[in-house]
């Protein structure tokens, strides 16, 4: 089955360590999105790749970086992670002229300690 | 950027319809409104997405007034399994319109 697949799905990272989470799709599709999600809130949209456009949103702390090396993969960099950085971390993918159907992957809970 | 506003939780017990509704009143000409499902520790699962009237699919009807100021998700027949939080979206992410942003949600609670 056509899938968005994140690794790992639990992550633990110390204050300050650099960490990087990976999302990789089989749909295919053009556009990847990471976003955050903290307990008990909405996901919030860090960034978005339109094939390889990069588009950060205007709040995005500079912490968070994101490579897309191909269609497939794509990954996100947290460069110095502090306590308040620990969230899920949800990948989504969809097609150019549907960003409103997106699907999403199983996330990735990330721990700072 | 479109602001959503919905009930924060709903209860329900099983077997009963469960309609959720949102109103978006600056809604664009071209914006859609699109409904998501969201489980603990999964990501959001897209349900539905509507322009105007009704829209049914195996899953949940939609239902959209003339002025599409507000919009209701239905749930035929709940299950213990539909306990999640619902999002109501509208707007794309880019092409004019509002932006497609994630409001509060709506945490559904279905008990025996």
């Known amino acids: 089955d056509a899938m968005v697949i994140q690794n790992p799905r639990y992550q633990v990272t110390q204050f300050g360590k650099p960490v990087t989470l990976s999302c990789s799709q089989t749909?295919?599709?053009?556009?990847m999105y990471w976003y955050q999600q903290k307990s008990s809130q909405a996901p919030k949209l860090l960034f978005h790749y339109y094939d390889k456009d990069f588009n950060n949103e205007a709040d995005t702390p500079d912490n968070f970086q994101s490579r897309r090396p191909n269609t497939s993969f794509c990954f996100l960099d947290i460069r110095s992670p502090g306590l308040g950085d620990a969230a899920m971390y949800l990948c989504?993918?969809?097609?150019?002229?549907?960003?409103?159907?997106?699907?999403f992957g199983p996330g990735t809970r990330l721990t700072v300690t | 950027l479109a602001k959503t506003t919905q009930p924060i939780s709903m209860d329900s017990y099983e077997g009963q319809e469960v309609n959720i509704t949102c109103s978006h009143n600056n809604i664009a000409t071209n914006d859609y409104i699109t409904w998501y499902q969201q489980f603990p520790s999964q990501g959001p699962r897209f349900i539905i997405q509507g322009y105007k009237t009704k829209v049914t699919n195996e899953v949940a009807s939609l239902f959209i007034p003339a002025d599409r100021k507000s919009s209701t998700l239905s749930l035929p027949r709940v299950s213990l399994s539909d306990t999640a939080v619902y999002y109501c979206?509208?707007?794309?992410?880019?092409?004019?319109?509002?932006?497609?942003?994630f409001g509060t949600g709506t945490q559904l609670k279905v008990e025996l």
């Open positions: 749909l295919n599709h053009n556009v």
């Open positions: 979206l509208v707007g794309r992410l880019t092409g004019g319109g509002n932006k497609l942003t």
């Open positions: 989504a993918t969809s097609s150019r002229d549907r960003d409103d159907e997106q699907y």
